[in-house]
């Protein structure tokens, strides 16, 4: 069994996005994270999602980026992973479709894509998270946030 110490803390991570041109409240911004330095309130890591619009959404890799700034609105942990299966876990989330053209999809729907994945091929990954899940427990993290809690 692999030792659970070094392993790394896959995230899910969400950040305020603002609003947009006509003043209503954007989506909440979810990449996957894992720290790779820095203190728990100040942590730099490396985060994988889709950025863009709509129309323009591309995968985009970020690495030595800071995970909590100003617009953090909290973090889940949802799996773990060793080291050396890094590079497996880039390839897999490299090849994640990126859809454009439709309003019902963004980078919500890319991560729990991204987090099935990586289960199916055996990461460990919190086995009891669903989609509806994984939705409840940011929408508490949010909460949380906005009463001061994390």
């Known amino acids: 069994m692999e030792d659970t110490i070094s392993q790394i803390h896959l995230q899910v991570t969400q950040w305020w996005r603002g609003k947009d041109a006509q003043g209503n409240i954007q989506p909440l911004s979810w990449a996957l994270t894992y720290k790779i330095s820095g203190s728990d309130h100040r942590p730099m890591g490396t985060k994988y999602g889709v950025a863009g619009t709509i129309d323009t959404y591309a995968y985009e890799v970020d690495r030595s980026v800071p995970i909590r700034h100003e617009g953090w609105r909290g973090s889940l942990v949802v799996g773990r992973i060793a ?32 987090i099935r994945e990586l289960r199916q091929a055996g990461f460990i990954i919190d086995p009891n998270l669903t989609w509806q899940g994984l939705r ?3 929408l508490e993290l949010l909460e949380a946030w906005e009463r001061g809690d994390i």
Do not use: F
């Open 136 to 138: 409840d427990k940011m």
């Open 83 to 114: 080291p050396d299966a890094l590079e497996q876990l880039e390839r897999i989330l490299s090849q994640i479709p990126v859809v454009r053209g439709d309003p019902s999809w963004n980078c919500h729907n890319w991560v729990w894509h991204g």
